[in-house]
């Protein structure tokens, strides 16, 4: 397989750029037409492209190759269900201008503490996602109240102390896949200068 065309395709998914995914899939697809992997990019890109039968087509097609592929039993489940929702042909992604990056502002976050990878095969990038601070930690979750990961322990220290004294934030998902999940994080509102930018550069 070309892992150059295939590292080329896992990028554009964590940029969400899905059409660029889906093309790099489909190339990789005319060689190699049984690789299960670009079976399911491919499936995962027309699925946030709004195309839900067609990712089903292509789910279904990796389960005649693999019966067991764990990947793609759970999203048929879940592409199925968005289809008799009635939700085929709507998009799943929010424009890439929801990731502009202004510095001190925002910050790009591996989580820790993961939850279940079938529950962060769930997320969809651009998702929005909720930002709950305890007294040492802070939890990302979906807006429904479902777990996902923890900040580091450095950056949640740090965001606790500047919430309380009077910034804010919002969370997006980056970038997931069954083993890592990035988060864009970015300050909405800040009290005063005092406490200086919410992510110094260095």
């Known amino acids: 397989m070309n892992a150059n065309l295939a590292q080329k395709a896992i990028t554009a998914a ?19 037409p049984e690789d299960i992997q670009a079976i399911n990019r ?30 793609a039993q759970k999203n048929l ?10 939700k085929d042909n709507e998009k799943n992604y929010i424009h890439s201008q929801i990731f502009l990056e202004e510095p001190g502002k925002t910050k790009i976050v591996s989580l820790i503490h993961l939850a279940d990878s079938d529950k962060l095969l769930q997320l969809n990038c651009a998702q929005k996602v909720s ?5 040492h930690r802070v939890n990302i979750t979906t807006n429904s109240g479902q777990y996902i990961g923890k900040l580091p322990d450095d950056l949640a220290s740090r965001i606790i102390r500047l919430k309380k004294s009077g910034y804010a934030y919002e969370a997006f998902i980056k970038a997931v896949d069954e083993n890592e999940v990035r988060i864009f994080l970015r300050e909405t509102k800040r009290q005063n200068n005092d406490s200086g930018p919410s992510f110094p550069s260095n």
């Open 14 to 32: 964590l940029e969400c750029d899905w059409e660029k995914a889906l093309n790099y899939n489909l190339q990789i697809l005319q060689k190699y």
């Open 42 to 71: 491919l499936a995962k890109a027309e699925y946030e492209l709004g195309n839900k039968k067609r990712a089903i087509s292509y789910t279904k097609k990796v389960l005649k190759i693999d019966a067991l592929n764990t990947i």
């Open 77 to 86: 489940e879940r592409f199925q269900k968005e289809l008799h929702k009635g």
């Open 131 to 135: 930002i709950i601070c305890g007294n």
